[in-house]
Each structure stands twice: as C-alpha cells, then as structure tokens.
C-alpha cells in the first residue's frame, strides 16, 4: 500500500533530480521515481568532503543497482559551514540545494526530490528549514511513509541496502564551534 501512494505521489511530477545519498530513504525515491517517471528520473549525489569515500562508493553502486542514472556533484562549502555553528547543516543543506537546482535545470528536470520520511520530520533537523524553504519535495513525509514502511518497501523492491545502516554526515561527529577541516574529521575517527 505504501509504495503504491509513493507511485501515486510521484508520477504526476514529470521529471525530477532526487537527493541520493544511497542510503535506503534516497534509494527508495530512486527506485520509484525510476519505475514510474523512467529516464526523467535522476539521481544526484552531493560531495561536500565531509562523506566518507565508501559512502560515495556506495552511492554509485545503489544507482546502478536501480538502474537510474547517477550525477556526483563536488560541492565546494561556504566558510559558515566550516565554522561549525548550530546552523551547519541549515548552511550545508542550502548549497546541497542549490547545486541539486543546477543540475536539475541542465537537464530540465521540473522538480528536486529528497528521502525525508516522515519519521524524520519529528527530529530536531535544521535542514528541514532549508528544504521547505527551497521548495524540495520530500515523497516519503509527504505520504507518511515512515522508517520502518521505507525499509519494508527497499526490501519488496529487491534493494541490497534494504535493511543497511543509516550514516550521517561527518561533521556531525565534530562539536559546534570546532571548526570543520579534515584533521578534525580524521581526529574524531569520521573520516580515512
């Protein structure tokens, strides 16, 4: 049922560039935006230098296992990120957008989609700010489609990662007011 409202939910919105970290929430939008939206369908990978490379790795290696095509982007972040203040991932999450927006409108793809599930949506997240501000389509909390619903759709799918970890972003490792370098990021055991 649930992955019949996402189907629903996707379809009518023609074309999109979908957030893709390669964890389960994203791979989930892929493969759904892939099954029903085809080659108008893209996923976009966003290097801030703060993602572990097997991450990246793994990224690449759920795009082709879903089949949709995949864009790796190096973003290049803006000071205040690297200051590390409690608006860090307010600040990352705006430049992830805006290169997100970039590509999208090189391919003329109308909407940027993400993995935000719904579950995600009770948590103290200050990228949410950044996402309903920029206008990304969030198809899981949109449906209320919760972790556990995610994972049970990933599995039906036949996605590998169905029941993999989640991994957050590695400056999330380093306290606020530390600033952000790859020293800290290795000094803190986030980052090889």
Known sequence: MAKILLEDFISPLGSVAVAFSGGVDSSVVASVS???LGKNAVAVTVDTGTIAGEE???AKKMAAEIGIEHVLVKAVMPGAFFENRPDRCYVCKKEII???RDVAGERTLENVIDGTNADDLHSDRPGLKALNEEGVISPLARCGIGK????EIAKSLGLSNWNRQSKSCLATMVPFGM??????????????
């Open 34 to 36: 892939m099954q029903v």
């Open 98 to 100: 805006g290169i997100l």
């Open 56 to 58: 990246l790795k793994h």
């Open 179 to 192: 600033r952000i370098t790859k020293r800290t990021l290795i000094s803190h055991g986030s980052l090889h």
């Open 148 to 151: 556990g619903q995610v994972r």
